[in-house]
């Protein structure tokens, strides 16, 4: 997995790699010659092990442990890289030698039933900016909240005012694999609707109740979702709705007993569109309104306002040009 990202100042590259290997006896080490004092966990390399296990503690895993062994593969890894100026995506070294090759060569026993490897390199970078790239790519996340995994070895090499990080990862053959804990709060980003109902339908089978939608409109509408562990209410949730399909949801809701609790509009192809989120009412009193004008949105806060509502949600959106607001009011 490669993640690539370009500023005025800064160009960084994160590489994630993981396989399964084959049962066999370990090799001597070959082609791996390397600072036997650089093994051990020295500055920047703490940060970023404790970070680890940071992130690890925090999906309810154990903490993984340094070893020289795994060491030496980064250790060789991040000098290579130097040597050439970048960091390998695909993980292939300029000896030509993949993951499980080098691993064995470097003397990581070949019958671990699982390895693998990150690495990242940039400019004027910090541990944090390395595990920032990391904690937000699935590949590399994947890697490091894998249970199984739960031998690292940490290495990063400076070239002038760049660093080469590299992380290797493998199984003890005699270690379970337990299962991370849910995570509170996931987000996804960018979706199509296709997409984004297939992350949705997938979501609330797992126990995840959406509570954010965010919408970039256009002809191509994308859509970013943040979604919580749900606890136990009943909800809906609704999106790519026009005008007149948005008050039919929002009518046959309302007679279920449900409360609007978001509204979002957008614009495609030069008419509203409309994503929503309800729960099932409390028992408050609520009001809420949509494609209505700035001036009317004024005068309905006002008026409401007169009869004790409080505003508790307001959106703006534009659609030809013109400015439209959503807005739920609560007593």
């Known amino acids: 997995m490669r993640i690539?990202?370009?500023t005025a100042a800064l160009a960084i590259v994160a590489g994630a790699g993981l396989l399964a290997v084959p049962t066999a006896s370990a090799a001597p080490y070959t082609n791996c010659d390397v600072d036997q004092a650089a093994l051990a966990l020295r500055g920047e390399e703490s940060t970023v092990f404790d970070q680890i296990n940071r992130m690890r503690a925090d999906a309810g895993l154990?903490?993984?442990?340094?070893?020289d062994v795994m060491a030496r593969p980064a250790e060789w890894?991040?000098?290579d890289s130097a040597a050439r100026g970048v960091s390998p995506a695909d993980h292939v070294d300029t000896l030509g030698r993949d993951i499980k090759t080098r691993f064995g060569q470097c003397?990581?026993?070949t019958n671990a039933p699982k390895i693998a490897e990150i690495n990242f390199y940039g400019t004027g970078v910090e541990p944090a900016d390395a595990m920032r790239f990391w904690a937000n790519s699935p590949g590399h996340r994947a890697i490091?909240?894998?249970g199984a995994l739960n031998k690292v070895g940490v290495s990063v090499i400076y070239q002038g005012d760049r660093r080469h990080w590299t992380v290797t990862f493998a199984a003890d053959t005699a270690a379970p694999a337990p299962t991370p804990a849910p995570a509170a709060t996931v987000t996804r980003s960018n979706l199509t609707g296709a997409a984004h109902q297939t992350e949705f339908d997938s979501l609330v089978?797992?126990?995840y109740r959406i509570s954010d939608i965010q919408v970039t409109g256009g002809n191509d509408p994308r859509y970013s979702s943040t979604w919580v562990r749900n606890d136990g209410r009943a909800w809906q949730a609704r999106h790519g709705l026009d005008s007149a399909a948005y008050q039919r949801e929002f009518d046959t809701l309302l007679a279920q007993g449900y409360r609007?609790?978001?509204v979002r509009g957008y614009e495609v192809n030069g008419t509203s569109r409309f994503v929503g989120i309800w729960e099932r009412n409390d028992g408050r009193a609520w009001q809420a309104r949509h494609d209505i004008t700035v001036a009317a949105f004024d005068a309905t806060a006002a008026q409401l306002s007169g009869q004790g509502y409080r505003l508790v949600h307001e959106h703006r959106y534009t659609v030809q040009g013109k400015t439209f607001v959503a807005a739920i009011w609560n007593k």
């Open 4 to 6: 690539q990202t370009i």
């Open 62 to 67: 154990k903490a993984v442990t340094h070893s």
């Open 77 to 79: 890894a991040s000098n």
């Open 107 to 109: 003397g990581v026993p």
């Open 144 to 146: 490091i909240l894998d």
């Open 205 to 207: 089978a797992q126990g």
């Open 260 to 262: 609007l609790t978001l």
